[in-house]
């Protein structure tokens, strides 16, 4: 069983160390992730090269929001956005690098 002063000892330890003690995800930090996420992906779509494994994880980050779990709906936000700019480096990188395959 924990107790009281652990608890404070392992804060105290954490602040001293710089690392901030996990707090839960609010609304506003699921739309700032979301946000972000959408930008990435509507930069992918102007490329012409939208992920539909991005559009799935936004779906379910949304549905997460809808329910009150803005843990999970935070974390597949960001996954969201890592996959919408993985999409937009296969687009940018892949616009020239065919020719280097090319048969000559």
Known sequence: MRNLTSDVMLIATLLISGVPPAL???EADFKAAYAAAE???KEAAGLRNQWTTTA???AAAKKSADSGDFDQAVAQSREAEALAKA???Q???EK???KDLEIR
Do not use: D, G, K
């Open 87 to 89: 999409s937009v480096f």
């Open 24 to 26: 839960a995800a609010s």
């Open 56 to 58: 799935a994880t936004l």
């Open 91 to 93: 687009a940018t990188s």
């Open 96 to 98: 020239e690098r065919w």
């Open 39 to 41: 930008a990435a992906n």
